[in-house]
């Protein structure tokens, strides 16, 4: 079984800006101007103080690994992309995002690893997926 094309995440009007950046390889997050917090995932209102003073930043795309775990049993999941290695990332800006780790398996990771962005082209060409490889110190 393949993904190639991946599948296409929905995409709204809150969310675009996020997808068309990665499809253009950048890694956008938000920012409150108010009381300037970074945050992961994109939505309209700072999850601090609530306010709707918000705007898009480009992150750098590395971080550190903070939490991760591994499978090699995922339904209708391609034997190609196994095994699936899920971690939460803490973006150098602040951050922490849940996503895919890429070219490495669950026991090559470890908490603190650092690790920079990938973008994984999906069906559509606005789109793309962003995920973490391992990068050397």
Do not use: K, Q
């Not at 970074?38 to 306010?51: N, Q």
């Not at 918000?54 to 550190?64: F, P, R, Y």
């Not at 939490?67 to 190609?80: C, E, F, R």
């Amino acid at each position: 079984m393949s993904w190639e094309p991946r599948p296409v995440p929905t995409v709204t009007p809150e969310t675009a800006p996020y997808w068309e950046a990665a499809a253009e390889g950048r890694l956008l997050i938000r920012r409150c101007l108010d009381c300037e917090l970074s945050f992961y995932y994109p939505r309209a209102r700072c999850p601090d103080c609530l306010g709707d003073n918000v705007d898009w930043i480009e992150a750098d795309g590395t971080g550190t690994v903070y939490a991760h775990t591994s499978t090699t049993n995922v339904a209708a999941w391609p034997d190609d992309d196994l095994p699936l290695v899920l971690a939460y990332v803490e973006l150098d800006e602040g951050p922490r995002m849940l996503t895919a780790l890429s070219d490495c398996t669950g026991e090559s990771v470890e908490i603190g690893t650092p690790v920079e962005v990938a973008f994984i082209p999906t069906a559509s060409e606005d789109v793309s997926i962003p995920v973490f490889e391992p990068i050397d110190d």
